[in-house]
């Protein structure tokens, strides 16, 4: 939960746009992967609350509200889908991705008019993956070199001797 607080705040201390590379979503999905889903929905859903009242960022409204159902379902659903469902590692993070879109997606379209979101859920899918590509392509490629190093080193521990599953 740290790493997704301070590595937002070195993205923009930096002036890279949070909105571009996607800082924060790196954290969450490493927790739901490691730890699963319990423990990647909660830092998914404090995570972000906790670095908008600290530093800001995100702002209270309209992004919190987003940020926090998005990055809750990105550390649920990559969670449950390698530790518990034992999907491969791309596929997971694919899924997580596109869960934690859609959930914003149907947030905006059931709640736009009682938060004044001047916003269509298409709209917002697609400017978060045209805004945020760059971001997508640094997960997909930093996080499984990640998770294959830690697993390397988990295994060579012996720490996973009875649940040899990936």
């Not at 996607?22 to 423990?39: D, S, T």
């Not at 995570?47 to 649920?76: K, N, Q, R, V």
Request: proline residues 7%.
């Amino acid at each position: 939960m740290t790493c997704g607080i301070i590595l937002p705040i070195f993205f923009h201390s930096l002036g890279i746009s949070g909105s571009i590379f996607l800082p924060m979503h790196i954290p969450v999905l490493l927790g739901g992967l490691i730890l699963g889903w319990r423990a990647g929905l909660l830092i998914g859903f404090i995570t972000p609350i906790i670095s908008s009242f600290l530093t800001g960022m995100p702002p209270l409204f309209p992004i919190l509200p987003m940020m926090t159902i998005e990055l809750a379902l990105y550390g649920a659903a990559s969670g449950y889908t390698y530790q518990s469902l034992h999907w491969p590692l791309f596929v997971s993070l694919l899924f997580a991705m596109a869960i934690g879109r859609i959930g914003v997606a149907v947030m905006i379209a059931a709640l736009a008019d009682s938060l004044h979101i001047q916003l269509s859920p298409l709209i917002y899918i697609i400017m978060s993956l045209s805004q945020g590509a760059l971001g997508v392509i640094i997960q997909l490629v930093f996080i499984p070199v990640f998770i294959n190093r830690f697993n390397k080193i988990i295994y060579v521990k012996g720490v996973y001797k009875n649940n040899e599953k990936k």
